[in-house]
């Protein structure tokens, strides 16, 4: 059973923006720690950022000041808006969700819940 669902990567060029979905269809009582995460063929998966408890967020140093992280409640979906985007952010962005609803970290290990995950390809 699918819990989690990413949509909206794609190929662009570089400077150009990129908005990521996460559709959440599991039960839980309130919105618990979510984050993205992206992963490079041969390599480990990165942490790009996180969001619990009314919209707290952290990112990646990689990426701050450039992407956002929000989510929508209401449509049970996070988002993970991408601007300024670089060759180097290209990979296979990942959805996850731990069962805490507090977040402390962007260690894959700590997620209980993972999408399928959904490309995403910068050119120069």
């Known amino acids: 059973q699918v819990q989690l669902m990413e949509s909206g990567g794609g190929s662009v060029e570089a400077g150009q923006s990129l908005t990521l979905s996460c559709l959440d269809s599991?039960?839980?009582?309130?919105?618990?720690?979510m984050a993205w995460f992206r992963q490079v063929t041969g390599t480990e998966r990165e942490g790009i950022a996180y969001?619990?408890?009314?919209?707290?967020?952290h990112y990646a140093s990689s990426v701050e000041g450039r992407f956002v992280i929000s989510q929508d409640n209401d449509k049970d979906t996070i988002y993970l808006q991408m601007n300024s985007l670089k060759p180097e952010d290209s990979g296979m962005y990942y959805c996850?969700?731990?069962?805490?609803?507090?977040?402390?970290?962007?260690?894959?290990?700590?997620?209980?819940?993972w999408g399928q995950g959904t490309q995403v390809t910068v050119s120069s």
């Open positions: 996850a969700a731990q069962k805490n609803y507090y977040c402390e970290g962007l260690r894959a290990s700590e997620f209980d819940y």
């Open positions: 599991r039960y839980a009582k309130g919105r618990t720690c």
């Open positions: 969001i619990f408890s009314r919209g707290r967020t």
